[in-house]
């Protein structure tokens, strides 16, 4: 591990290295995406290097956490070849005081949605930035389109009172492509009072592969904070 003396750094490596510390061996291990999710799938690589973790597989749930997971040692397999997941680990962009997240902002929500609610125990692992009281207070929820649907979809949130907004690539002319070769609509509301019902109602409208809401289902929050220079971890 490369010594930083960043705190914010430091706080990441600590949450996704107190995630890594849940996961037992013979797991089956959903691998989330994101800054803090790379120290997680990295210390796991560290785990099973050093024999204290042994016989684990991942099922990643993107190109990026599966290239890490190839980078650090840590085998792969898919959803066609298990009957379940043991544990899932993955960052996000909110958490509210219930556990409901809004995810999407590595525009993975897809397949993160997939993964983590198929496992038995999902770790949410986030900075104390990511706390909101309401849901879409800071972020806005990432709507994940077939490329032929994007204009009604677009016209359908508006009537929801959203205020959708087609997701740019950096370094890249046009909008940003999914893993699946979609696009994504970034959708603010001025108040998500009902998330669990604003998650369905995005995913009727015609053209909707899947939305950014996460709702009853992370069973543990890791926390990290930096207090006084120093990294901490809290569960929520």
């Not at 749930?61 to 544990?87: C, M, N, R, W």
């Not at 909101?132 to 949130?157: C, K, Q, W, Y």
């Amino acid at each position: 591990m490369t010594v930083t003396a960043d705190p914010v750094t430091l706080m990441k490596q600590e949450v996704g290295k107190a995630a890594a510390a849940l996961v037992k061996s013979g797991s089956i291990v959903g691998l989330g995406t994101g800054s803090t999710t790379a120290y997680t799938i990295q210390y796991l690589g560290d785990r099973l290097k050093s024999g204290e973790l042994t016989d684990i597989v991942g099922i990643p749930t993107s190109f990026q956490s599966e290239v890490l997971s190839k980078q650090y040692g840590v085998p792969l397999t898919t959803l066609d070849a298990v009957d379940h997941i043991d544990i899932a680990i993955d960052g996000a962009d909110e958490v509210d005081p219930h556990k409901n997240l809004i995810k999407g902002g590595g525009a993975a929500h897809t397949r993160e949605k997939v993964v983590d609610y198929l496992a038995n125990q999902f770790i949410v692992v986030v900075d104390s930035g990511k706390l909101v009281d309401r849901l879409g207070s800071v972020f806005a929820v990432p709507v994940e389109v077939i490329p032929m649907a994007i204009t009604p979809v677009t016209n359908a949130i508006k009537q929801l009172g959203g205020k959708p907004e087609l997701r740019m690539g950096v370094k890249k002319a046009g909008p940003v492509i999914t893993d699946q070769g979609n696009f994504v609509l970034d959708v603010r509301f001025d108040s998500i009072d009902d998330p669990v019902n604003l998650e369905k109602i995005l995913n009727n409208i015609p053209g909707v592969l899947e939305n950014g809401i996460f709702v009853n289902c992370a069973d543990i929050v890791l926390v990290g904070e930096v207090k006084d220079g120093q990294p901490l971890v809290r569960q929520l």
